[in-house]
């Protein structure tokens, strides 16, 4: 998948906020919606991604909903760090297929990262345990302020 192209609403984020998809849902508001990445590239990696867009990239976004994206992002990596106390935070966004992107509704990536514990494969590892991410969830969901 290129840079251009138009939006599927078949992809898997998509289904995830119409609910045809389960997610351990962190966090939403009005705006966004934050959610545990299933294939982690490390314990509490959690993706948010905007509710009412049909941008595949960050290049397709509507400048003003770029703003209220990453407020969103903030907002939610704030929790993280609160939640497991990491030595650092790797906020990413890839666009097109070369660049690593493999889902295309537009979306970032958050993953709390520790002292000599490399990241984890993209897109690529096992997939994490349902429950282990709703609990992993639920404790970042507590420290949303
Ligand atoms: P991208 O490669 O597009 O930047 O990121 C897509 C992310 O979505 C990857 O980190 C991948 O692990 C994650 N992912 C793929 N399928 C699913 C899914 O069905 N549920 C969740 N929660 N994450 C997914």
Excluded: C
Aim: aromatic content about 8%.
């Amino acid at each position: 998948m290129s840079l251009d192209g138009t939006y599927d609403d078949g992809n898997i984020f998509a289904k995830i906020l119409r609910g045809e998809m389960p997610a351990a849902r962190v966090f939403e508001d009005e705006h966004v919606y934050a959610f545990m990445d299933v294939f982690p590239q490390g314990r509490g990696h959690t993706l948010v991604i905007p509710k009412h867009s049909t941008a595949r990239n960050f290049l397709d976004e509507e400048p003003e909903r770029v703003a209220v994206l990453f407020q969103g992002v903030q907002r939610v990596a704030k929790a993280v760090r609160a939640a497991f106390n990491p030595d650092g935070l790797t906020i990413m966004q890839f666009n097109g297929a070369p660049a690593g992107q493999t889902v295309y509704h537009l979306h970032v990536h958050i993953i709390p990262r520790w002292e000599g514990v490399p990241l984890g494969r993209h897109a690529g590892g096992a997939m994490a345990d349902m429950d282990e991410l709703k609990d992993l969830a639920e404790q970042i969901a507590a420290k949303i302020s």
